[in-house]
Structures are given as structure tokens and as C-alpha cells.
């Protein structure tokens, strides 16, 4: 990934919640599938709003964005076989809303499961 690209995501997100260092293009290359492919860079968005510049400065430069939780899943869904991005949501951990009569809940997408189920 070039630099200047590298730069714009740090202006999106803090220089604290985007990497290309190795380790963390390292530690984010897997899931429980234990299959590996290295990003080209690893981002912690915070809001809806960097989310989205995150997926649009992507897009113009041409790299996938995975979406990745705790990385714990058995279907390979957030390794990122294509290189590219991995968009880790977990600073998207809220219970939103829950209607216990229904049976539903509104939750953000970085929840853990076992802090919703102790909710």
C-alpha cells in the first residue's frame, strides 16, 4: 500500500487505530479456521462516519475492507485472502436495544456474545 494511502487512513482514524506494522498485519491474518492470509493493513474505526471514509478511501484505491470481530469464527469470514484491509469492529461493542417479549435485540456488530448473554 502506498504511503500517501497509509497517511490518509491515519487522518481518518488516529494514528492509535490504523496499522501496517507487521505484527499487527500478523495478528489479524487469521481466524479459528487457522487459515492465514496478511492484510495490507489493520483499522479500528469508532464511529459510523469513519466506517464509511475508511470503505470509500478503500474503494479508491482498490483494497478489499474485511470486516472482522473477535476473529473467533469458523468459516473463514474474516481472514483477508485478498489482502487489503481488515475494518476490526470491535470499538463497536454496544447493546442497543433489547425486547426480551420478542426475542430480539439490537446490537453493534463488535459485541462478544457472552457479554451480550450476561446482559
Known sequence: MEKAVQKRFIEILGAENFSSAEEDLHLYSY???????LPQGVAWPGTAAE????????AE???????RGAGSGLSGG??????????????F???????????????????????????
Open 31 to 37: 481466524d479459528g479456521t487457522g487459515r492465514t492470509a
Open 78 to 91: 474474516s481472514v483477508p485472502l485478498a489482502g487489503g484491509i481488515v475494518c476490526v469492529m470491535t470499538r
Open 93 to 119: 461493542n454496544r447493546i442497543i436495544e433489547v425486547d426480551a417479549d420478542n426475542q430480539v435485540a439490537m446490537v453493534e456488530p463488535g459485541l462478544v456474545v457472552a457479554d451480550f448473554q450476561d446482559h
Open 51 to 58: 466506517v464509511s471514509a475508511l470503505v470509500t478511501l478503500a
Open 61 to 67: 484505491n482498490g483494497l478489499p475492507v474485511v470486516a
